[in-house]
């Protein structure tokens, strides 16, 4: 191809944002020439390579965008470790229908049995089936809810995080919240309430749940909604940080 040619059709993939073709068209085109490929397949070939490229920058951005801790995968989670958890119901999420079909999963159990890397990890999968998906902390939403209310965007707030396919809350429990802050969490549960999913992270049964919101009858409240279309595991093993310290088992 003539550098005039070269040049106009440079600045035509600018314009058309094909940054991955305007990369490659040069390498593709003298190797289509060695292997006498055709016209179209040399075509198909760029445009196959530009659908990926996009695909996996979008695939990138849900993850930034959803601010997970840190990365984890179900492949890398030890079922065996933790027998007591029925694995086949576990990655049977995976197919995330319970986001479609806007239903809750919730982890109860211990610290360090895996909460936490099996909420993350559904969350990778729905980022990467391109859901729009948010990790937060229990204490750090709760706090965000309470910093809504001093510019009275409270209610923007909460349709923000009910635009999105799915919520995760890590940790409820480790803190008490006080009655304002159960409220606001109570508002945000009930407005994702059969609208969208949430996948929660908790030390406490629900029976305790009384104890975090200081209130028998905003706990139950929060609890109905919650658990009404609700994947529950409980998981009771012990600690996976532990897992090394412990006696070998005979
Ligand atoms: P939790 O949220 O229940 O407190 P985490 O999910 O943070 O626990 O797990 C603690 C650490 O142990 C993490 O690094 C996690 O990846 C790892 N972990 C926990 N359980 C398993 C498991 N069964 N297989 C592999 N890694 C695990
Ligand atoms: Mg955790």
Same mark, same amino acid.
């Given at each position: 191809?003539?550098?005039?040619?070269?040049?106009?059709?440079?600045?035509? %993939?600018?314009?058309?944002?094909?940054?991955?073709?305007?990369?490659? !068209?040069?390498?593709?085109?003298?190797?289509?020439?060695?292997?006498?490929?055709?016209?179209?397949?040399?075509?198909?070939?760029?445009?196959? *390579?530009?659908?990926?490229?996009?695909?996996? @920058?979008?695939?990138?951005?849900?993850?930034? $965008?959803?601010?997970?801790? +840190?990365?984890?995968?179900?492949?890398? &989670?030890? !079922?065996? &470790?933790?027998?007591?958890?029925?694995?086949?119901?576990?990655? *049977?999420?995976?197919?995330?229908? &319970?986001?479609?079909?806007?239903?809750?999963? /919730? &982890?109860?159990?211990?610290?360090?049995?895996?909460?936490?890397? %099996?909420?993350?990890?559904?969350? $990778?999968?729905?980022?990467?089936? +391109?859901? @729009?998906?948010?990790?937060?902390?229990?204490?750090?939403?709760?706090?965000?809810?309470?910093?809504?209310?001093?510019?009275?965007?409270?209610?923007?707030?909460?349709?923000? =995080?009910?635009?999105?396919? %799915?919520?995760?809350?890590?940790?409820? #429990?480790?803190?008490?919240?006080?009655?304002? #802050?159960?409220?606001?969490?109570?508002? =945000?549960?009930?407005? +994702?309430?059969?609208?969208?999913?949430? /996948? =929660?992270?908790?030390?406490?049964?629900?029976?305790?749940?009384?104890?975090?919101?200081?209130?028998? $009858?905003?706990?139950?409240? /929060?609890?109905?909604? %919650?658990?009404?279309?609700?994947?529950?595991?409980?998981?009771?093993?012990?600690?996976? @940080?532990?897992?090394?310290? =412990?006696?070998?088992?005979?």
């Amino acid at each position: 191809m003539s550098t005039d040619q070269t040049v106009r059709l440079q600045s035509i %993939l600018k314009e058309l944002h094909l940054n991955q073709t305007l990369a490659i !068209f040069e390498e593709e085109a003298q190797k289509a020439a060695k292997t006498k490929m055709s016209y179209i397949g040399y075509l198909a070939k760029l445009m196959e *390579e530009e659908i990926l490229y996009k695909t996996d @920058r979008s695939i990138n951005r849900k993850i930034q $965008v959803a601010k997970f801790p +840190r990365m984890k995968t179900l492949e890398d &989670f030890d !079922f065996g &470790f933790q027998s007591g958890l029925n694995s086949k119901e576990v990655i *049977e999420l995976s197919n995330l229908r &319970f986001i479609d079909q806007k239903e809750n999963v /919730i &982890f109860v159990g211990p610290p360090g049995v895996g909460k936490s890397h %099996l909420a993350i990890a559904l969350g $990778v999968k729905a980022c990467i089936a +391109r859901y @729009r998906v948010l990790f937060i902390s229990a204490k750090d939403l709760i706090r965000d809810l309470y910093a809504s209310l001093v510019d009275q965007s409270t209610a923007e707030k909460i349709e923000a =995080l009910s635009r999105l396919h %799915l919520l995760i809350i890590d940790e409820l #429990g480790y803190m008490p919240v006080d009655t304002e #802050g159960a409220n606001l969490f109570f508002q =945000l549960i009930s407005r +994702r309430y059969e609208c969208g999913s949430i /996948i =929660l992270t908790t030390n406490m049964p629900f029976d305790q749940w009384d104890k975090i919101f200081g209130d028998q $009858v905003i706990s139950a409240a /929060i609890i109905d909604r %919650l658990a009404h279309h609700c994947h529950i595991f409980s998981i009771n093993g012990c600690s996976y @940080r532990m897992k090394d310290k =412990l006696p070998p088992e005979n």
